[in-house]
């Protein structure tokens, strides 16, 4: 299959044209923000290892999930009043994680510069395999096979690039 690049930037930058409004007349959104992202987990103190004691993402809560009897809802502090939170379904078998269209494909957190480098140790220490790119970002995935990206870069950047 052959992709032509120079199309796709064609489009774009009329995308861009089109739709991006100047940050001086960009209307504030409706939101607050990202109350939180709920992914599974198919062991919950499998998960509360891994994001707590080797991310040091602490844990807030474990509640019941009210849509599931016996299913446990739990969140993870990812800061500035973020929240990662995770289900598990007990009896009910998920499946292993599949990628379609219009499905997670990764879960961005920042960090900063200095912790970066430490979390990257740590998943080297820990056996987790892992791909750096760029310098800034760490890429892996969960005990359940969620893909995650630890980035160096401050919130509304991306490769030193202004995003938000």
Known sequence: MTVDLAAIEKQRGLLRDTYLQPEGIRPASSARGLHHTALISSSVERTIWFYQDL?????????ENRDYPGSSHFFFDIGNGNLLAFFDFPGLDVGPYAEVLGGLHHVAI????????????KLTDSGVEHAVHSGVSV??????????????????????????
């Open 55 to 63: 991310l040091e993402f602490p844990l807030t809560e474990l509640i």
């Open 110 to 121: 920042s960090v900063e510069p200095e912790k970066w480098e430490y979390l990257v140790r």
């Open 139 to 164: 890429y892996f995935r969960d005990p359940d096979g969620a893909r995650i990206e630890l980035i160096a870069d401050p919130l509304g950047e991306m490769y030193g690039q202004h995003v938000l």
